[in-house]
């Protein structure tokens, strides 16, 4: 049996949540297997088995997260340390209790479902989770995408952290300070978040990363990062920092290399190892072809959210966008073959910052500095494409510190300086990866082919890239390879696969000046050497 498949004991054995201000006579369900989850799921109705066996379920309203209804509590913990703004959105503590009370009244009549778990696979910064969920499927992620206690642990289990998600629930935000009637509320004194009004999975997960990127570097000096990593057969650990879209479980997912996650991660010495115990991969335009782990890892157990299905069947069309283009499917780690156990890695050899620039300027794939380095990792840049959200008709530019901004309640600079300082010596390589498009930018160029994109990475793992030439980009200033292993070598100058030349120099330019107007607010805290790494600015009148 995989570390990370527990063996299930009774739930008659667990206590109640007397203790959360909840009545004796709560229906409590504790850590129900993923099998009786789905179960009840379909009973009541609230889900569809495909044709594989797979809990395919609809989130409601809201198919994504709500950055603007994402708050934390400002209180003597965090009024002096959290990067207060448009990201982290200031709470009351006393509208917090009150909301929190009527949370706990409004399930206090329901049937809830307790999942008990893990964050953080490194055993010095383990965390104690419990989700109490209205929703049997929000046990189900919880339970794919946390790490798993086995049974000895589940006896003696005591929570850090509680979750208390209630999709159900809808804030009157007149009365109780929200903006509207979803939110997502993060106490750090309480140690717990609130979730009500949004059937969307992800508030769950991300609630804890944002409290893991307060308390390990903040508590522990441990850097923790939004990207996937993987091991290799000699043990080198590549990490993969990139916003959503961009390919990080894609990228990380090689039948090469062994998986140690997807999307959160802690840095710590010489270590690098997952917050979590799953993986939370789109499903838009799946196929067996080009994605082959993730595909094989929708089976049962794994938790489908907003797939379409195939005309008068129960076989799910992963090109289907009638819900959203933001298809997802949890599933535990161990529904992947080649993962490492525990899901720690060492030696870290190589960084990869992945943008999907869809203005198809940037090199598909470049060496950076040290200064390069911190300006792109402070900058966080990838873009949107039309149809992605209501009125994105063209590319937009998307900043997003740290690559990572939603979830990063501490200044971006102190994130920034503890990479800088994991950049320190020769031994580290850093390249900017482009997954988005070439030839011009989306609806005129196309997007960048995934077995390029493998090519080009697998060649920067090898070595296979440390003797060839390289040329200076004009424009942005990044050492770009003039040959590699399996690509075109006329595609690894983006300029050169613009028909027309003088569009490509203006629209390189257009998205050099985009970063310099991101970066103004940035420049008081940044050295020299970050500032020398931006890309030359048109000249302003």
């Given amino acids: 049996m995989p570390q990370n498949m527990p063996q299930h ?32 799921s379909l009973e009541k109705g609230m889900g569809k088995l495909t044709d594989n066996g797979t809990l395919a379920i609809n989130t409601g309203a809201f198919t994504g997260r709500s950055p603007k209804d994402r708050y934390l509590v400002k209180d003597q913990v965090t009024a002096e340390h959290v990067w207060w703004g448009d990201v ?33 696979a ?36 005591k929570a850090d952290w509680h979750v208390i998600c209630a999709p159900g629930f809808k804030a009157d935000p007149a009365l109780d300070g929200t903006r509207q009637e979803n939110f997502a509320i993060v106490d750090f004194s309480e140690k717990t978040i609130i979730i009500g009004g949004t059937g969307y999975t992800g508030e769950i997960k991300k609630g804890i990363f944002s409290v ?25 650990t590549a990490v993969f920092f990139g916003l959503s879209g961009t390919g990080k479980t894609t990228l990380s997912s090689d039948p090469e290399r062994r998986l140690i996650g997807d999307d959160e991660h802690g840095w710590a010495g010489d270590t690098v190892f997952n917050f979590e115990g799953g993986c939370y991969a789109k499903t838009i335009n799946l196929n067996p072809e080009g994605e082959p782990q993730i595909f094989n890892a929708i089976k049962p157990g794994a938790l489908l ?3 379409g299905f195939k005309e008068g069947t129960n076989e799910v069309d992963y090109a289907a966008t009638e819900i959203t283009e933001n ?23 190589n960084i990869f910052f992945l943008t999907a620039d869809a203005f198809g300027t940037l090199p598909p794939i ?8 911190m300006y792109y990792f402070i900058s966080g840049y990838t873009a949107k494409v039309a149809g992605t959200e209501a009125g994105v008709t063209e590319p937009v530019a998307v900043f997003s510190a740290c690559f990572g901004a939603p979830f990063m309640p501490l200044h971006p600079t102190v994130y920034a300086e503890m990479l800088g300082k ?106 020299e050497e970050i500032l020398s790494a931006a890309p030359i600015c048109s000249v302003q009148s």
């Fill in 305 to 307: 959210e907003n797939v």
């Fill in 422 to 527: 994991k950049m320190e010596g020769d031994k580290l390589n850093v390249w900017l990866i482009n997954t988005g498009w070439s030839g011009g930018p989306y609806g005129v160029g196309s997007r960048i082919k995934l077995r390029y994109t493998r090519s080009m990475i697998s060649a920067a793992i090898e070595g296979d890239l440390s003797a060839v030439e390289y040329k200076t980009h004009p424009i942005f200033g990044l050492d770009v390879p003039v040959s590699c292993p399996e690509v075109p070598t006329e595609m690894l100058d983006p300029r050169n696969t613009w028909a027309d030349k003088t569009a490509y120099d203006r629209q390189a330019q257009d998205l050099a000046d985009r970063f310099a107007k991101n970066f103004e607010k940035f420049k008081e805290y940044a050295s």
């Fill in 212 to 236: 893991l990127n307060f308390i390990l570097p903040h508590d522990h000096k441990v850097l923790s990062m939004h990207c996937s990593a993987n091991v290799g057969m000699e043990g080198d």
């Fill in 122 to 157: 490194h055993p010095k910064y383990t965390l104690n989770v419990r989700v109490v969920a209205e929703l049997s499927w929000s046990s189900l992620f919880a339970y794919n995408m946390f790490l798993r206690p086995d049974g000895k642990d589940l006896e003696k289990f």
């Fill in 366 to 373: 470049s060496r950076l500095t040290k200064g390069q380095a």
């Fill in 9 to 40: 004991i009774d739930a008659s054995k667990q206590q109640d949540l007397g203790y959360l201000g909840f009545p004796s006579s709560l229906k409590s369900h504790f850590n129900l297997d993923p099998d009786r989850l789905t179960q009840i």
């Fill in 327 to 349: 298809t997802r499917v949890s599933y535990p780690i161990f529904h992947i073959d080649n993962i490492m156990e525990p899901s720690i890695g060492k030696n870290v050899k």
């Fill in 88 to 120: 982290n959105i200031p709470f009351d503590s006393g509208k917090f209790q009150a909301l929190k009370k009527k949370l706990i009244a409004y399930l206090s009549d329901k049937e809830v479902y307790v999942s008990d778990a893990h964050a953080c």
